[in-house]
């Protein structure tokens, strides 16, 4: 599966921006998948998942009520709509999918649970 990133860039605080991770490969559809976020000198955080069906979806406290993970499987598309954005969100965002050992359910929040990822996004939000 190869996924490729895009929708980053410069935000003033409170604004909005949708990433994307177009997703392609016979199987794409069978994971589920997740967003990622580093920022330069701290480890890779979780920010969303999403379940294989995108009936069920997660999200990292910090992002609760401001981000929207959702997933087109017609478009092999996943995406992430981020509203009210602050300056701590500035960080290169990546898409990932979980191992599928984990079902496709889309829980699982470690880095280490995901197999296949984008090249990253830059997304900076100014004060």
């Known amino acids: 599966v190869q996924l490729q990133a895009s929708g980053g860039g410069l935000v003033q605080a409170g604004g909005s921006l949708r990433l994307s991770c177009a997703a392609s490969?016979?199987?794409?559809?069978?994971?589920?998948m997740g967003w990622f976020r580093q920022v330069p000198g701290k480890e890779r955080e979780y920010v969303a998942s999403?379940?294989?069906?995108?009936?069920?979806?997660y999200y990292t406290d910090s992002v609760k009520g401001r981000f929207t993970i959702s997933r087109d499987n017609a478009k092999n598309t996943v995406y992430l709509q981020m509203r009210s954005l602050k300056p701590e969100d500035t960080a290169v965002y990546y898409c990932?999918?979980?191992?599928?050992?984990?079902?496709?359910?889309?829980?699982?929040?470690?880095?280490?649970?995901?197999?296949?990822w984008g090249q990253g996004t830059q997304v900076t939000v100014s004060s």
């Open positions: 990932a999918a979980e191992v599928e050992v984990w079902g496709g359910w889309g829980s699982q929040r470690s880095p280490s649970d995901y197999i296949y």
């Open positions: 490969g016979r199987t794409s559809n069978n994971y589920a």
């Open positions: 999403i379940s294989r069906t995108g009936r069920s979806t």
